[in-house]
T-cell receptor, first 110, second 117 residues
Framework: SQQGEEDPQALSIQEGENATMNCSYKTSINNLQWYRQNSGRGLVHLILIRSNEREKHSGRLRVTLDTSKKSSSLLITASRAADTASYFCATEWGAQKLVFGQGTRLTINP | SQTIHQWPATLVQPVGSPLSLECTVE??????LYWYRQAAGRGLQLLFYSVGIGQISSEVPQNLSASRPQDRQFILSSKKLLLSDSGFYLCAWSVWWDRTSRNEKLFFGSGTQLSVL
């Protein structure tokens, strides 16, 4: 069964605004990862946050993790049209396997 | 540098026909290899993964099979395709076993869009 669930399923904002996506998961984790997928393409790893970390930054990305609530959020600041994509959270399921959520489809309007 | 090749990019097959999708990885040794399927607008479902030559683990019962004849080659097959086999198939690799280098992430191919008609 799916481990992570993203919210919202779809998000449409104006260029320059911030975009926030949330992910909830069910069981304890070692780490949580976020990936990006452009339409019709493979996924690209964005950032990994470990269970003992609360916040992590990478460029315009900010990821938070709340293990007590079993949730994570991905914030993209100062969005650009090129950020239009689907974003997935993923957690380790068993040994060396990743389970992905359903994704958030982000649309940045110029 | 490491690269992953997945082909074909698009495939249209009739119901009942066989299938063979191939994935190869370059620039790394002993990778973990994965096959995922993605329904339109949905998340990814893990189908198979392999930690070594000839070692295949199936995650869901289905009409498909996988093989790993060489260290960096992963093949997804079916003897007779079903309509429900349609989807976007993604191959991925990792060196997850090497946790000291913090390689706990997947690198994906560009995918194959399979339409079974």
């Amino acid at each position: 069964s799916q481990q992570g669930e993203e919210d919202p399923q779809a998000l449409s904002i104006q260029e320059g605004e911030n975009a926030t996506m949330n992910c909830s998961y069910k069981t304890s984790i070692n780490n949580l990862q976020w990936y990006r997928q452009n339409s019709g393409r493979g996924l690209v790893h964005l950032i990994l946050i470990r269970s003992n970390e609360r916040e992590k930054h990478s460029g315009r990305l900010r990821v938070t993790l709340d293990t007590s609530k079993k949730s994570s959020s991905l914030l993209i600041t100062a969005s650009r049209a090129a950020d239009t994509a689907s974003y997935f959270c993923a957690t380790e399921w068993g040994a060396q396997k990743l389970v992905f959520g359903q994704g958030t489809r982000l649309t940045i309007n110029p | 540098s490491q690269t992953i090749h997945q082909w074909p990019a698009t495939l249209v097959q009739p119901v009942g026909s066989p299938l063979s999708l191939e994935c190869t990885v370059e620039g790394t040794s002993n990778p973990n290899l994965y096959w995922y399927r993605q329904a339109a607008g949905r998340g990814l479902q893990l189908l198979f993964y392999s930690v070594g030559i000839g070692q295949i683990s199936s995650e869901v019962p289905q009409n498909l099979s996988a093989s790993r004849p060489q260290d960096r080659q992963f093949i997804l097959s079916s003897k007779k395709l079903l309509l429900s086999d349609s989807g976007f198939y993604l191959c991925a690799w990792s060196v997850w076993w090497d946790r000291t280098s913090r390689n706990e992430k997947l690198f994906f191919g560009s995918g194959t869009q399979l339409s079974v008609l």
